[in-house]
């Protein structure tokens, strides 16, 4: 359910229907789509609570107010990327988990590098990596975050059940979206330097990727706190660090970017807030939705 007014909704439907007639010429994953009746579908990517932070109870009110935003706005599920809570303080947690009871939308949480293992499984989700799908799209969440590193890992077992998830997705016919909190694309200065590195399974993450191109849509991170910024140089994947709901910084994304420091995309907008993602008919909107105030500036992309 969404609370989407119904002009709000005939307008999206108008502007997907486009982008979908457009893509659908150009012979995309809209014909998959379309045998399958695929309408599009909104959901919110929350990430990097970091409950807790400074000591001051401010994250918790900002999860309070996220959790009440999104009940009123679109989104059929809710993902958070990671960073519940800030240095895996224990006595957050069941804070986190509390607030969380208010939101009337399925929310699927990953750790990050603040959560440990150990409390994330026994406040947050017992299961750490695993998958579900909607709407023909299988979105496989996994943990590559270490308490004691920024950069990401992906094990040989990992990878071994990633293979298998996405041969399953492709005997179903389902599209995927990976989500875990360090980005797997390799970067350096203006941006963090944070990623899965290439001995770390990065290799091996993106040979699978390119065995399932066309079919990986997306991968979903936080991590950077750094507003909505990414990339799309791997096939047709759109590689996204999303932003936190706590605090975010500016690290000159967009002058980078202009000059030609940097390569990718970014979204000008730092504010806290959260992402809402809308997939379908061969498109993806990513609007970035800052607290308290309406959605502002987006990226989208088209799959061709
Ligand atoms: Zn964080």
Known sequence: MTAESPQQHAGNRRQLLRAGIAATAAGTWTDC???ADMDAFSFVIVSDTHLGRKDSKTPEKQWQQGIAEINSGPGDFVLHLGDVVDKARATQYPRYVAARAELTKPIHEIPGNHDTTELFQRHVCDRIDRSFDHNGVRFVLFGNAHSDSHDGFITTSQLAWLTEECAQAAAQDLKIVFCCHVPIHSNGHPDRGWYVKPDNGQTEFYELLAEHAGRVLLCLHGH??????????????????CPSLCYNQNRNMAEHLSSGNASGFFVPELRTGYTIATLGNGRLVLQYKPLGSEVGADYSAEWK
Request: charged share 25%; net charge negative.
């Open 33 to 35: 789509l379309a045998e």
């Open 224 to 241: 950077f706190h750094n507003g909505i910024r990414g990339w799309r140089d791997h096939h047709s994947v759109v590689e996204v660090l």
